[in-house]
């Protein structure tokens, strides 16, 4: 219960910081899958570039470790996948690619613990 507590306190500061940093033409769609056990936001191309530029990215991963997050990426991604599939990028790398194409956005999920496996966190790079 404390788990997810702090991590929906967790996700509730991002998301105001997100929707703060924009300010009213912001466009944050929240998202809510009880049945898959997970909560999140789709962001404006707006909200993912100031959520790449803010201190989001840092304070997430200072709290979440690498291993417990999870993230969808683009077939022509430029970031840097293994032999395994593993992803090797930060958080901030994943959400910059995404903030550097015209129409790219993210899609940020909180995941209950067990719900994903280990993951806590995913994100889903969108773009044309």
Do not use: C, K
């Amino acid at each position: 219960m404390r788990s997810i507590l702090f991590g929906t306190t967790l996700f509730t500061m991002a998301a105001a910081a997100v929707i703060g940093g924009i300010g009213a033409a912001g466009a944050a769609t929240p998202i809510a899958m009880p049945d898959e056990g997970r909560i999140g936001l789709t962001l404006s191309h707006d909200e993912t570039a100031a959520l790449a530029d803010g201190p989001v990215p840092a304070l997430v991963a200072m709290l979440v470790p690498p291993s417990r997050m999870g993230a969808g990426l683009r077939p022509d991604t430029e970031l840097y996948r293994d032999d395994n599939g593993g992803i090797h990028a930060t958080l901030r790398q994943v959400i910059l690619e995404a903030s550097e194409h015209p129409d790219g956005t993210v899609t940020l999920y909180l995941n209950a613990p067990g719900s994903r496996g280990p993951r806590l966190v995913d994100i889903y790079q969108r773009w044309n």
